[in-house]
DNA sequence: TTGACAACATACTCGATAGTATGTTCAAGT
DNA sequence: ACTTGAACATACTATCGAGTATGTTGTCAA
């Protein structure tokens, strides 16, 4: 009995977390085009076939979607570093291979980053509600644990003599701004396949790390 | 009396100018500070001690307005790189002195700065309503010259041999979002004077130039 | 001085949209 | 069979903000 209302459980669990998802990306799709303030829920409804009352089922506000979508963003990020952070190498390769499966990350999931990005400045600039204004606080929070992970690998490979900057601060910034300028200016085109993808991230690899300083070749 | 008729006209066309630019930078902040659709005319004119009537007494509507702001924010673009560009110098030099000056430039008119960047992506994403479209896509086209210009420094240089890079379309979007970072990530404090500003500016246009290659010093 | 107009301010309208209240369906449990 | 509640859809309300209509003031020309 307590097996079987568990199974139950975890089923409803599993059936509302892929409801939950799928409102997600089409959030994340309409926040990306219009922005998150004009971007209406009747809108995100209506791409993913369904209306309002769906929404709002799951999801006590807009804010609320928006907050559940960044954070989301976050979480692709985190996973798609974190096991290269364990890897035993030297810092400069840890920092090649960190940044190439940030941008690979950004460019597939393109509209949760586009929302991470819009998140970040609307902390900023102290829009949004009071109520959700700690939740985002903490996902700021989350936000800068990640920069952290990028900025303790950029000083490693510093102390190594691989790379060199003046000023970390603006260092980090522009390695972000550089590898993070997908998420703006890519689009995908008909019939790209995984190879160019993977070329382009290279490229955008290969522009951050000879930012640093760093001028060996590419592997 | 045709004198008098002119002056007459040229003082009330400047009493006009003032105004409008006065409405334009109360806008810009607010578009900075919010986003063009969560900023409402009653705000910006608030931040301007004045009114709605006042503006739309200049402008025909909020995306009229908008649009002359990314206008304003083109030309501060231009105007300080285009004396740059006439002077005899090898392409590296020139190219290292125009990076420097947009840095400086965007640094100085940030909230106008940024008004340009959204509507770069308010054209790419069809917001907008159609009769403004036409007018932004003449801006658009004014983007994309500014941008040739940087393409046609870059491919100099390249020919040169002073830089080098793979796929100039990626290239210069790296360059750009190196250059165009401090419009996001920076924020002036008290007390900061033109030198620390400056040091900001040659950090930015070195790693700028970094990206594309360059392997000497900055002077 | 008076008429006219520019440069606003004030006071409204009206549509869009966040949020709510209520209705419907269907699957699971008893 | 019946109840219950999750997962929606439908129908409504309330607010906010773009745009408008009208009022006010100061200035210049004749």
Redesign the pocket.
Known sequence: ?AT??R??KY???S??D???M??MEGAALCFEARGY?????????ARI??????????Y?????LFLDVYRAGMMMNFQAIEPILERQMPAIERLKAVLKAHVLCVIRTKPFQNVVGQGVDMLRHGTM?ANEHAELEQLAALRDAYSDHFRTVLEQAMADGDIAYANIKIALNSVFMCINGPIVWFTPRKGQDEREIEAVADECVLYAIRLLGYTGDMP
């Open positions: 009995m079987a209302a199974s139950t089923r409803r669990q059936d509302t892929l409801s939950r799928e409102i303030s004009a971007t209406s829920l009747d809108e995100v409804a076939s369904s209306t309002k009352g769906r929404i709002y089922h799951h006590g506000s807009k804010a609320e509600p």
